[in-house]
Every structure is written in C-alpha cells, then in structure tokens.
Nanobody, 121 residues
C-alpha cells in the first residue's frame, strides 16, 4: 500500500517562509508527476505546483516567483519552499503523486492527508 506523508505546515506571519515536505512509501515502481495542491475554506482544491520526474515544473500564477517546487527521486520525496507568504496562501496543502506500483501498471493518483498552512499576524 502506497502512502504519502506530509510535514512542514504551521503558522507564519505575512512575508515569512515555510517549507513543506512529502515522502511516498510502500510498493513503488515509478513516480511520474509529484505536486502540491491547496484548498482554502469554501473554495475548490487548486494546483499550486507540479514537477515531473525529469525536473520540469509548473506553477499557479498566484505563486510564481514566491514558491519553488523540487523533488528527490532517490527519496521519493517532493518539497515546496514557500517565501513571501500572504494571507491568501492560507489553506490546507495536499501532496499528490502519480505512482505505478509495478512495471507496466497504469499509474494511480495518490494523496497525502494534508497539512495546514496559516499566514496571519
């Protein structure tokens, strides 16, 4: 069984920084895309940033220039460095990964449990 475990959320003042981490464990053959989504109260879940195994990245316009996504393929981990945080970044952040458990298997979407990020003075 594959699991994604996140860490690094918390309370930070506007303008501050946080680093989120997510590690996948279990039966893993390959991981194609890893990413971070967020969901604020009363809003739909939205893509924050994604990174493919080769390193190409994609960011939501609202976080470009402030957030950086990276991954360590050897550790099956993805990270999100968040700088210049704003109150509107407050949300539950979810790790997501497309994982194949065996060679030739269709990749399946896995989600972490979510970590709260609160930006407030």
């Amino acid at each position: 069984q594959v699991q994604l475990v996140e860490s690094g959320g918390g309370l930070v003042q506007p303008g501050g920084s946080l680093r989120l981490s997510c590690t996948a464990s279990g039966s893993i053959f390959s991981i194609s895309i890893m990413g971070w989504y967020r969901q604020a109260p009363g809003k739909q879940r939205e893509l924050v940033a994604a990174i493919i195994s080769g390193g190409s990245t994609n960011y939501a316009d609202s976080v470009k220039g402030r957030f950086t996504i990276s991954r360590d393929n050897a550790k099956n981990s993805v990270y999100l460095q968040m700088n210049s945080l704003k109150s509107e970044d407050t949300a539950v952040y979810y790790c997501n990964a497309e994982i194949s458990e065996r060679r030739g298997w269709v990749p399946y979407d896995y989600w972490g449990q979510g970590t709260q990020v609160t930006v407030s003075s």
